[in-house]
């Protein structure tokens, strides 16, 4: 079982459309937790930190359950410029840094 | 601004030949990694270094090499030992989160 897994996509909705991402991870002693965004051949970028109490940040959630071990990202009234791959990051005690191999994200017209 | 450079943003390899990768950063992080990054796959980690002249090897370490004798940079050269090089190599530093280079798309011809 992969450290940490997420749905490989890809996700295909329309403008305005709700979509969630979910992702597990194996490890129970995890301690933070990410969402980044990474545009086609460019680099990852912070998108926002994971909350145990849930965090939002305009059209996105973002939610931690602990007892089951997964993350999520919740993206309300989708654009076309939120079409991206979305990579969730689990972070262990120390550097150990776990890179979700991402969903891939299309929003068309 | 602060931020992390990457250079070159492609660099073509030839078969036996060493090639050295670029990373600085005026962020006045300690951490700094290297990734790399395979179509559909996870970020996976070559080497990390905590603070000036110490680093440690990642899950890929083989065929690669580093050095940190500045703050400021963290180099990897990519030896004729490692066998298929041809990847998005992604450097990054850790402060609250993680923050990306541009990259470096290397392939070899």
């Not at chain 1, 120390?94 to 191999?101: C, N, S």
């Not at chain 2, 603070?51 to 703050?71: L, P």
Request: glycine letters at 8%; proline letters at 4%; hydrophobic letters at 30%.
């Amino acid at each position: 079982r992969k450290e940490v897994e997420q749905d490989p996509g890809p996700f295909n909705v329309p403008e305005g459309a709700t979509v969630a991402f979910n992702c597990t991870y194996s490890n129970s002693a995890s301690q933070s937790f990410f969402w980044y965004r990474q545009d086609c051949r460019k680099e990852p970028k912070l998108l926002m930190s994971v909350y145990s109490s849930g965090n939002e940040d305009g059209r996105f959630t973002a939610q931690l359950n602990r007892a089951s071990q997964y993350i999520s990202l919740l993206i309300r009234d989708s654009k076309l410029s939120d079409s991206a791959t979305y990579l969730c990051v689990v972070i262990s005690g120390g550097f150990k840094t776990i890179f979700g191999a991402g969903t891939r994200l299309f929003v068309k017209a | 601004d602060g931020g992390i450079t990457q250079s070159p943003k492609y660099l073509f390899r030839k078969e036996g030949q060493n090639v050295t990768l670029s990373c600085e950063q005026n962020l006045n992080h300690d951490a700094m990694y290297w990734y790399r990054q395979d179509p559909g796959q996870g970020l996976r980690l070559i080497y990390y270094s905590q603070i000036v002249n110490d680093f440690q090897k990642g899950d890929i370490a083989e065929g690669y090499s580093v050095s940190r004798e500045k703050k400021e940079s963290f180099p990897l050269t990519v030896t004729s030992a490692q066998k298929n090089p041809t990847a998005f190599y992604l450097c990054a530093s850790k402060g609250d989160g993680y923050t990306f280079g541009s990259g470096t798309r290397l392939t070899v011809v």
